[in-house]
Structures are given as C-alpha cells and as structure tokens.
C-alpha cells in the first residue's frame, strides 16, 4: 500500500501538494473550499454500533422500540440516528458526530438525537445543499423491526424534512454470529446523496 502510494506521488507531472489533497488534485489550482461549494453533488456514508444492555430502552429513528434492552450511551443511544447524521456530516466534508456534538459540551449533553438530526440538516441547507435520497440499513438480531419499520421511516423523513419516497431503511439480522448476531449490539449503516439547492 504504502509503495504504491509513494510511486503516485512519485508520477511526473504531480507536485506533492497535489497528490497528497485528496479532492482537487484532478483540478489544477482550485482549492478545495471553492471547488467543495461548486460540487453539484455530495455522498456521505455513517455507521454506528451500541452495545445493548437489560434496562435501556431501545430508541431507533426516534421510535421507541419494545425490547428486553436497550443502549447504553450518553444520550438516548439512537444508532440510526447518529449514524444520519455522521452521513450528513461526511458529505459536507465536517468532522464526526462526536467532534460537532462533544458530550463535554452542556449544550448537547443529555440531548436527544433529534436535536443532532436538526442540527445536522441547519448545517446541510447553510451549505447549500438538500437531501436527494438515503439508504440506511439497521443489524439487529432481535426484535423483528417489521411492524415499527415505517414508523421509523416516517419519522427519519419528517425530523429530515425530505420525503418518506426518498428515504430507505433496510432491517436485517446477523446471522446470530459475534455481538450483533447474539442480541449484544445494534449497528447501522447510512449512505445519503446531497443535491446542491
Ligand atoms: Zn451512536
């Protein structure tokens, strides 16, 4: 890996400030901020993982989900949630959820993951940009996510102010392999397609 980067570096032609920026060296001098604002599109990808332990309850998309335990986390756990918003934020070229949300911050400790959602989409529309679709997908053993699936999905839709035609939500188990698969952990995945306004 590391060889085959160095004889990239290394072609004829490319300075090393160019090859080393990973967004603009196709594009000659423009620099990345400029040519991030001129992107008519924009692909994000989030992933999250909980633990799950008896006592907590279970929240997914802001639905709260019957189930013999739930997330340990600092905020309600929501893990389809934070992953949204790390998508959103990914495609925006932002830090993390973590880094924009820091726990040690009053102003989000004890937040709901709503408040995240919401502030994640304020961030999206000051860029310019508006939701063109997502498609997310949750692994949990347990419980079966069908009968909550659209009210999940209606509520993701809503707190994003996109259309439910445009947002996707998948639900599958883990085959009851390591913690995802023995009823341990709860993770999802999100990829999202901004679309300049
Ligand atoms: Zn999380």
Redesign the pocket.
């Given at each position: 890996m590391s060889s085959s980067l160095y004889q990239f570096k290394k072609e004829p032609g490319l300075s090393i400030s160019a090859a080393s920026t990973t967004a603009t060296h196709v594009d000659g001098p423009t620099t990345s901020s400029k040519a991030s604002k001129t992107l008519p599109f924009r692909v994000g990808h989030g992933f999250?993982l909980?633990r799950l332990e008896p006592g907590y309850p279970l929240i997914i998309g802001g639905i709260d989900v019957p189930h013999d335990r739930g997330c340990e986390?600092h905020s309600d756990?929501d893990?389809l949630l934070?992953c949204v918003v790390d998508a959103i934020l990914g495609a925006l070229g932002l830090p993390d959820i973590g880094q924009i949300f820091p726990d040690s911050d009053p102003k989000w400790k004890g937040a709901p993951s709503s408040v995240f959602i919401k502030e994640a989409v304020r961030l999206m529309h000051e860029a310019g940009y508006e939701i063109g679709n997502l498609d997310a997908t949750l692994i949990l053993q347990r419980p079966k996510l069908s009968p909550l699936k659209e009210s999940i999905r209606a509520n993701l839709s809503e707190l994003l102010g996109a259309d439910p035609s445009v947002v996707n939500l998948k639900a599958k188990t883990h085959e009851k392999v390591d913690s995802l698969g023995e009823n341990r952990s709860i993770a999802a995945h999100t990829v999202v397609l901004l679309m300049k306004k």
């Open positions: 999250d909980h986390a756990g893990v934070h």
